[in-house]
């Protein structure tokens, strides 16, 4: 059973998630990147394909879908993680996992990096929001937008008119105890490749790396390789890919 569910943040932010209930033992926690949202297409998909093996919560972030506040661009978004993460520590799960795309895979990181999950997937993440290439210009880029693109989505969108101090994940990722799963996409125009093997060199924990050879970004992989991405994620998350 899917049901919406609103938490607050500590800075007073209200942060709107799917809930799918189907009384697993096991949390996954989904965060989008830019412009996706729990309502979006692909990530409707993404919860109900990991739903079968885990309870899943899909998260708003801010100024996205239904969440209150304006996006920060990684500056601020740990907060709405650390919002939903306590939400199902009150629920006695055995494990709360994260899973998160580009730069909800940014935000994941930073929250574990100072917070415990039991493990951590991260798809497509930025070494640093600086250098994030983003050659819109490139038809891997331009025609994935479009074919994704959901007016009435796009048209909650509401990002910060401030610049705020970004935490990179290159300064953090070493922080992070926790099994981690890097995955990225070979030909990504958006976060290019080097992004995520400059990150899972410097990771102490516990690692593993999946490289898409004609992958390109986030939520994009599962979209192109759907069927390989919840095999590979459900056996990494079960232990038995090390």
């Not at 007073?12 to 830019?34: C, E, F, Q, R, S």
Request: aromatic share 12%; charged share 30%; glycine share 4%.
């Amino acid at each position: 059973m899917t049901r919406g569910i609103v938490v607050k943040t500590k800075d007073k932010v209200k942060i709107a998630a799917n809930y799918n209930k189907k009384g697993h033992k096991k949390v996954l926690i989904i965060a989008p990147g830019w412009c996706m949202t729990k309502d979006s297409k692909a990530f409707r998909q993404i919860a109900r394909a990991f739903s079968s093996s885990y309870d899943t919560i899909c998260l708003d972030f801010r100024g996205h879908g239904a969440s209150g506040g304006f996006y920060t661009f990684s500056a601020k978004e740990e907060k709405d993680i650390e919002a939903v993460v306590d939400f199902a520590k009150k629920k006695n799960y055995d494990e709360i996992c994260l899973m998160g795309f580009s730069l909800g895979a940014a935000a994941s990181s930073i929250y574990a990096s100072k917070h415990k999950v039991d493990k951590l997937v991260l798809v497509s993440a930025p070494y640093d929001f600086d250098k994030i290439e983003n050659q819109m210009y490139k038809k891997e880029a331009w025609l994935e937008t479009f074919r994704k693109f959901e007016l009435i989505r796009f048209l909650t969108i509401r990002p910060s008119l401030f610049i705020h101090k970004k935490t990179k994940p290159a300064d953090i990722i070493d922080k992070i105890t926790c099994p981690t799963f890097f995955i990225a996409g070979k030909k990504d125009p958006t976060v290019h490749l080097w992004h995520t093997k400059e990150l899972y060199n410097a990771a102490k924990c516990k690692k593993t790396l999946k490289i898409y050879e004609n992958g390109i970004h986030a939520e994009d992989l599962y979209l192109h390789h759907k069927k390989d991405f919840i095999i590979s994620c459900l056996k990494w998350l079960n232990g038995d890919i090390n």
